[in-house]
């Protein structure tokens, strides 16, 4: 099955926000697509924080289980589509992977909050974000 691949900075926060909401709404079923998630920067094994847990779960998505990854040039080639959190992590992966660039998109047209670090009031504004702009990519690619 082909891979949409959220992506964001650390994969603590957003991207796993994002993976856990497309589930949650079906999107997989909807889509034909499975999700997952990557970060720019991080390192391989860190859980969603408690934060993204809970926000992430507050809309049904139970994102528990989530440990961070690294995208590697083979995760970029593999995806059919990859999504960013905002417009930076948008301009680094077209210059990380220039071959990608006709599968690289943002979630939305303005940047998601990064709650990093944020209270719950905090994730819980960028899970709303998060949760509009998974739900219009799951509107526009059903099969």
Do not use: W
Not at 52 to 62: K, P, S, V, W
Not at 83 to 109: N, Q, W
Not at 121 to 134: L, M, Q
Request: net charge negative; charged share 20%; proline share 3%.
């Amino acid at each position: 099955m082909e891979q949409i691949i959220f992506i964001c900075t650390g994969n603590t926060c957003r991207s796993p926000m994002a993976e856990g909401l497309f589930r949650a709404h079906n999107g997989e079923e909807k889509t034909g697509l499975t999700a997952a998630s990557a970060g720019l920067y991080t390192e391989n094994g860190l859980p969603a924080s408690a934060n993204a847990a809970a926000a992430a779960g507050e809309r049904g998505a139970d994102i528990s289980a989530h440990r961070s990854q690294q995208l590697t040039a083979e995760m970029a080639e593999n995806a059919k589509y990859l999504v960013c959190m905002t417009g930076s992590h948008y301009d680094r992966l077209c210059e990380l992977f220039p071959d990608c660039a006709d599968k690289i998109f943002t979630l939305l047209p303005e940047d998601i909050s990064d709650p990093f670090g944020g209270d719950l009031a905090t994730y819980r504004r960028s899970a709303a974000e998060i949760d509009k702009g998974v739900q219009a990519i799951i509107k526009n690619l059903s099969r």
